[in-house]
T-cell receptor
Framework: KAGVTQTPRYLIKTRGQQVTLSCSPI?????VSWYQQTPGQGLQFLFE???????NKGNFPGRFSGRQFSNSRSEMNVSTLELGDSALYLC???????????FGDGTRLSIL | AQKVTQAQTEISVVEKEDVTLDCVYE???????LFWYKQPPSRELVFLIR??????QNEISGRYSWNFQKSTSSFNFTITASQVVDSAVYFC?????????????FGAGTRLFVKA
């Protein structure tokens, strides 16, 4: 079974730009969560989607948004990028609520 | 409030030593789930174990064991006879609905170095 796939692996952007990250969950997994990982803040929850609906959202500004498609694939978008958005963005999928999550390798976003 | 505290930032041991990673959680919910994940260097997080709040039975899996104590809100993880391959960052996580809708909160992680 293929694991969680995140694209791209690396991304370099400049302040003010916007970016879209993609996540393909494990086949059959309907829940997709996104996390931001930084050395200072650790793993912080961004949002979680289930069957195309956002069920929960973390404490991030509205510049961070996401969506999930009917095939469970998910995208997250960050607009008006700031230097502090530089981080590893992780996607995790699970079969359902409170089930163990399977993580992708992440997208490393660097803002110049 | 929903919170996970891993007070140990880094631990360094010599191979074959036993090591315990501490995890203390806070939640108002009576129904919640606790997890441990492992993140080897430059690798993705890997699920290790899940416990629900109604199951306080300790668990042993090979060299790994977990001690869940609701009375102290702790879910500690012990590695027996550690090996170099155990070197990784270990995360404890809590999933509950105290914020409205279940979401998972991770602790800051404990970086474990196992020296040969």
């Amino acid at each position: 079974k293929a694991g969680v796939t995140q694209t791209p692996r690396y991304l370099i952007k400049t302040r003010g730009q916007q970016v879209t990250l993609s996540c393909s969950p494990i086949s059959g997994h309907r829940s997709v969560s996104w996390y931001q990982q930084t050395p200072g803040q650790g793993l912080q929850f961004l949002f979680e989607y289930f069957s195309e609906t956002q069920r929960n959202k973390g404490n991030f500004p509205g510049r961070f948004s996401g969506r999930q498609f009917s095939n469970s694939r998910s995208e997250m978008n960050v607009s008006t990028l700031e230097l502090g958005d530089s981080a590893l963005y992780l996607c995790a999928s699970s079969p359902g609520l409170n089930q163990p999550q399977h993580f992708g390798d992440g997208t490393r976003l660097s803002i110049l | 409030a929903q919170k996970v505290t891993q007070a140990q930032t880094e631990i360094s041991v010599v191979e074959k030593e036993d090591v315990t990673l501490d995890c203390v959680y806070e939640t108002r919910d009576t129904t919640y789930y606790l997890f441990w994940y492992k993140q080897p260097p430059s690798r993705e997080l890997v699920f290790l174990i899940r416990r629900n709040s109604f199951d306080e039975q300790n668990e042993i899996s090979g060299r790994y064991s977990w001690n869940f104590q609701k009375s102290t809100s702790s879910f500690n993880f012990t590695i027996t006879a550690s090996q170099v391959v155990d070197s990784a960052v270990y995360f404890c996580a809590l999933s509950d609905s105290s914020t409205g809708g279940f979401k998972t909160i991770f602790g800051a992680g404990t970086r474990l170095f196992v020296k040969a």
